[in-house]
């Protein structure tokens, strides 16, 4: 059996910068206080949580006076600095620069629709910590839609400036940017501004191909990850015998027993030491069939 790990998988440039910055921070033997989850993939935080970093929300800010708080990639609204601030909290900001520049970006969105009468709608994920951060840069007066349903909160009569949360899939972002054009009254007065994270999204081809490619997939990814579940559907669409596994301890025999090749990837929150653990899994599992490529 064949097992090869994909080489275009893991931690993404914003997530590796992030990792790294907690790193470098919990180094001294300082505790550190995570606000939410650093990375959407469970045994990686436990593995920082080793290190001495503890994850935190935002009801536990007022007990965490001069103690240090890290803004982790997803990025953060204003009124969490300013509270921070306010607190005596000492900030790490690990936002990612990709998620920076698109915070910027919807600021100067609603600039500009504000005295046209218009909107700014963002496709993302309600309650995704990005999204938060996104809303938040215009006090929450932000349109958030998640599917074609959604189009039913926007006024089409009045302008539009669209976005997107960076990890959202690339064809639906165009889909739903022209039947927002097809339902304008004026289609000119529609903005498609396409903030997918490239990082991510030309991951989605490589992904699909990569796929097709084994009789068996194992997608790595943890059960938060908003990433993961768009790129875990591209694999299945490619390949019905996609298996969706938090870490090792979830694989079933019974997938492998006729499986001559295995394909492992992962979400740009799946370290590649928890994809390389899985692939040993199987390893000792089947050691009679085992080929590991990783």
Known sequence: MKIEIDEHSGFCFGVVRAITRAEEALAGGERVYSLGDIVHNRVEVQ???Q???RTVTHDD???LDGRRLFIRAHGE???TYRRAERLGIEVIDA????VARLQEKVKLAYERMTPLGGQVVILGKRGHAEVVGLTGQVDDRAIVIEREEDLASIDFGRPIHFLSQTTQSVALFEQLGAEMRRRAADPKAVTVDDTVCRQVANREGRLEAFARRFDVVLFVCG???SNGKVLSEVCRRANPATHVVEEAAELHDEWFRSAETVGICGATSTP???MQQVADAI???FPEKADNES
């Open 223 to 225: 059960r938060k990850s």
């Open 95 to 98: 936002t990612c620069p990709v």
């Open 61 to 63: 800010m007022e007990r």
């Open 283 to 285: 390893t000792r599992r």
């Open 51 to 53: 290190l001495g970093l």
């Open 77 to 79: 609204p204003p009124s």
């Open 272 to 274: 590649k030491w928890l």
């Open 47 to 49: 593995r920082l949580e």
